[in-house]
């Protein structure tokens, strides 16, 4: 992180965030429409994936505002001391609206029909 600008570290922390979520989502979405609309399963694997996004969505909005809250309105030397957390963040979030992802996209696999 010494290489990045100490004013372009929380924007890129909040960026990597939001885009780990937002992947998890559009992961977890492809996986939703693999399943043919006509199947038995189809309606039933979308309405979960949108139950998810809400989920993973208010999931993201909570980590942004208990991370980076009080980082936010820090100086450049609060910003130095917790550095770590700058990185740490990011993956503890999309970390778990990955492992959610997956474990959503797990159970949509059983709901595949037989080719």
Do not use: N
């Not at 929380?10 to 960026?15: F, Y």
């Not at 885009?19 to 694997?45: E, K, Y």
């Amino acid at each position: 992180m010494s290489m990045i600008p100490l004013s372009l570290w929380l924007p890129l922390s909040v960026a990597a965030c939001v885009l780990l979520v937002l992947a998890a989502v559009g992961w977890l979405w492809r996986r939703a429409l693999r399943i043919p609309v006509g199947s038995r399963d189809g309606r039933a694997s979308r309405s979960m994936a949108a139950l998810a996004t809400a989920g993973l969505l208010l999931w993201l909005g909570y980590g942004l505002l208990k991370g980076y809250g009080a980082l936010w309105r820090a100086d450049a030397l609060l910003l130095m001391a917790q550095a770590s957390l700058l990185t740490q963040i990011p993956l503890i979030v999309g970390g778990l609206a990955w492992v959610a992802a997956l474990l959503l996209g797990r159970v949509m696999a059983l709901h595949k029909p037989f080719e």
